[in-house]
């Protein structure tokens, strides 16, 4: 029910406007044939060529790519703190969907009733599932803050966050509202930074927290390869990308946690899609489609690493799943964009999943070169464009991450550096298997496990540091 005892109204974009629609547009559709034919036409007509224009448009897709990276190296920078509070601190909403978070969530209620803003300004709720009998449990048993509350969300498809966050939204009454994760450790004035931020742009409909990577503790499942890459991967993406971005004046695909919402403009755009399984990405582009802008802000959200391959697979095919549907909603009207707007979307969403696509076959072919070459006795014949192009682009690659990285104050080194492509290369397996699922279980959502952040037990009395050591 709603706050007047109302019945809330359904949130959500229209069908036409969502991933729930599925299959093209008949411009999309003539599009994608164009795109298969006229190379198949070319090959058939005049096959050497074809395939030179084909190896130099690959090449030239990879350069923009290198060279955006670069600019948006030279764009970013760290946004100031905001030290005038407004005159009266907006009411502000926290919403945290939880679905099989019953080890967590009394973390997650600890680091909440840090958050350092006006009690009587807060309101907050733990969307929970109704059939979630493990999470509601602990949720009713762990001591909370008075303005924090649990909502429990009927039953109903699609099974995803946003829908979770939909139900919710409809209830609350903050001005502002802003989404966290069940790992989530937010800095505890966040708030206070991104509500004067609003409070001094009007015209602003979202800020973006940069998410961290950080383990207090020893994992009991260590995974260094994947942890290092992927908080590498976040501090050039969330220190460098949304920052340069921002200072262009660009829309961007927002982060799935840690976003600080106008609710006005939230509700412009009908909240968040329920049927995308990356409704922050989605979410940023409909802002700008709406004439919202989208910022960031300094202090940041630390996060743990999803852990292993059997963890990171999952999320990162959930992440390429839907970055293909935020593509495929965007492109169905691409004039509401704009051109600056649909710029953006090719050069974050589009060249992610055309990247993803290229990086196992580019690095298996340069591999496959090299080996032949050496079993041959002779040099590789490798064109110098070719040459050009791959250390562009695998230093644009590096500089953003190592700046980022230290920005994040993160760890990342020249061994770093080194196992960077294999790392990317397995974004080609993520793809692959992205593209099935979009076929098969288009929003099917595959939720990544989380653990409590807290120290191992300590056995036979022994006293072993298993996260920092003592100074």
């Given amino acids: 029910m709603g706050a007047d005892g109302s019945k809330p109204k359904v949130m959500g974009p229209p069908v036409a406007d969502s991933a729930a629609r599925l299959g093209p547009t008949s411009l999309q559709a003539a599009t994608a044939i164009g795109v298969v034919l006229a190379p198949a036409a070319a090959f058939v007509v005049a096959p050497a060529g074809a395939f030179a224009c084909l190896v130099v448009g690959v090449q030239g897709l990879f350069l923009i790519s290198a060279l955006w990276r670069l600019l948006l190296v030279l764009a970013s920078r760290r946004p100031p703190l905001v030290q005038e509070p407004p005159g009266t601190w907006p009411r502000y909403t926290v919403l945290a969907a939880l679905h099989d978070e019953a080890e967590v969530l009394p973390q997650l209620v600890e680091r909440l009733s840090q958050i350092d803003y006006p009690p009587e300004r807060l309101e907050g709720y733990l969307v929970l599932e109704a059939d979630d009998d493990a999470t509601l449990a602990v949720a009713r048993a762990t001591p909370r803050p008075q303005w924090l509350r649990l909502l429990i969300v009927p039953d109903g498809f699609p099974r995803t966050k946003p829908r979770a966050l939909n139900h919710a939204f409809a209830v609350s009454t903050g001005e502002f509202v802003t989404v966290y994760d069940a790992e989530d450790d937010p800095d505890p004035l966040q708030l206070r930074e991104a509500a004067a931020r609003f409070s001094d742009d009007p015209e602003l409909g979202c800020l973006q927290a940069p998410l961290r990577i950080r383990r207090k503790h020893r994992s009991k499942t260590p995974s260094p390869f994947v942890d290092r890459q992927f908080a590498a991967e976040y501090a050039a993406l969330f220190e460098v990308t949304l920052p340069g971005m921002a200072a262009l004046g660009l829309p961007f695909p927002l982060g799935g946690t840690s976003n600080h919402?106008?609710?006005?403009?939230?509700?412009?755009?009908?909240?968040?899609?329920?049927?995308?399984?990356?409704?922050?990405?989605?979410?940023?582009?409909?802002?700008?489609?709406?004439?919202?802008?989208?910022?960031?802000?300094?202090?940041?959200?630390?996060?743990?690493?999803?852990?292993?391959?059997?963890?990171?697979?999952?999320?990162?095919?959930?992440?390429?799943?839907?970055?293909?549907?935020?593509?495929?909603?965007?492109?169905?009207?691409?004039?509401?964009?704009?051109?600056?707007?649909?710029?953006?979307?090719?050069?974050?969403?589009?060249?992610?999943?055309?990247?993803?696509?290229?990086?196992?076959?580019?690095?298996?072919?340069?591999?496959?070169?090299?080996?032949?070459?050496?079993?041959?006795?002779?040099?590789?014949?490798?064109?110098?464009?070719?040459?050009?192009?791959?250390?562009?682009?695998?230093?644009?690659?590096?500089?953003?991450?190592?700046?980022?990285?230290?920005?994040?104050?993160?760890?990342?080194?020249?061994?770093?550096?080194?196992?960077?492509?294999?790392?990317?290369?397995?974004?080609?397996l993520a793809f692959m298997h992205a593209a099935w699922r979009l076929v098969v279980e288009p929003h099917a959502w595959d939720k990544t496990p989380h653990l409590p952040d807290v120290p191992a037990v300590i056995e036979d009395g022994e006293a072993r540091a298993t996260g920092r050591r003592a100074a």
């Fill in 261 to 428: 919402l106008r609710a006005e403009a939230l509700r412009q755009v009908g909240g968040w899609d329920a049927h995308n399984v990356t409704e922050d990405a989605d979410l940023g582009f409909r802002l700008w489609r709406a004439g919202w802008r989208s910022g960031v802000i300094a202090r940041p959200t630390y996060e743990t690493p999803p852990g292993g391959l059997h963890a990171w697979l999952p999320q990162r095919c959930r992440w390429l799943k839907g970055f293909m549907q935020t593509w495929g909603v965007h492109t169905r009207r691409p004039s509401e964009l704009g051109w600056r707007g649909l710029l953006s979307l090719c050069l974050t969403l589009g060249m992610a999943i055309l990247s993803a696509l290229a990086h196992a076959p580019a690095l298996a072919w340069l591999l496959s070169a090299i080996l032949l070459s050496l079993s041959a006795k002779v040099s590789p014949a490798t064109p110098p464009l070719a040459i050009v192009v791959l250390l562009i682009g695998a230093a644009s690659a590096w500089i953003a991450a190592l700046i980022g990285a230290r920005r994040a104050r993160v760890p990342y080194g020249p061994a770093d550096m080194l196992a960077a492509p294999a790392y990317w290369s397995m974004l080609t």
